[in-house]
């Protein structure tokens, strides 16, 4: 079994639809949280970025961890066409030699 | 450009030729790591570098693969006698330890084909 696991998808939704990207793990050390976006042949770029358990928003991307059963969501509102890309959820033991553990990646298709 | 950047970006080589790419992070970060990507895959850690002391490997990077950060401001991955396996994207991260702030920053990546 992966340290994280996450749904490769693809997920295609209409324009404006609210996205919901997710991801579970296996390691309790994991305190940090992260969703990288990557467009094709790109880069990982950061999105949000999370300690231990809660929501945070930013604009229309909002993240939630739930370190008690050991879950991650993204939620992106309004979605729009230039949000198409591959959406990583990444891990941190701060403890460890702070190293990221990616998910596979999620691939979601914006259809205007 | 202030960003994490990598050369070359795209690398084609032939099987038992050796490699070798750079990443230049950004300038005051002091924390540096190498990351491999392959086709529907999430990156998977390679080494990193705390300044020029490279801390840690994983079981992933074989004896054909080393990396350097002389000076603890650049650094390269070197490939030796490439396989077709070794074709994947090589991501090169940087980030400021040391504070409260976690956040790796990824550069472009360099592209390996390996025919």
């Known amino acids: 079994q992966k340290e994280v696991e996450q749904d490769p998808g693809p997920l295609s939704v209409p324009e404006g639809a609210i996205v919901s990207l997710n991801c579970t793990y296996s390691n309790s050390a994991f305190q940090y949280f992260m969703w990288y976006r990557q467009y094709s042949r790109k880069g990982p770029e950061l999105l949000m970025y999370t300690y231990s358990s809660g929501n945070k928003e930013d604009g229309r991307f909002t993240a939630q961890v739930d370190k008690s059963s050991k879950y991650i969501s993204l939620f992106i509102r309004d979605s729009q066409p230039s949000d198409s890309a591959t959406y990583l959820c990444?891990?941190?033991?701060?403890?460890?030699?702070?190293?990221?553990?990616f998910g596979t990646g999620t691939r979601l298709t914006i259809i205007p | 450009d202030t960003g994490v950047s990598q050369n070359p970006r795209h690398k084609i080589t032939k099987r038992g030729q050796n490699v070798t790419f750079r990443c230049d992070p950004i300038s005051e970060h002091n924390r540096l790591y190498w990351y491999r990507q392959t086709l529907g895959q999430g990156p998977e850690f390679l080494t990193y570098?705390?300044?020029?002391?490279?801390?840690?490997k994983s079981r992933l990077l074989s004896d054909r693969f080393s990396a350097e950060r002389p000076k603890g401001s650049f650094s390269t991955l070197e490939i030796q006698r490439t396989e077709q396996g070794d074709s994947a994207m090589y991501l090169c991260?940087?980030?400021?330890?040391?504070?409260?702030?976690?956040?790796?920053?990824f550069g472009p990546g360099t592209r390996l084909t390996v025919t």
């Open positions: 570098f705390q300044n020029e002391a490279q801390l840690e």
């Open positions: 991260a940087s980030t400021l330890s040391g504070g409260f702030s976690y956040e790796q920053y």
């Open positions: 990444a891990m941190e033991d701060p403890f460890g030699n702070e190293k990221l553990t």
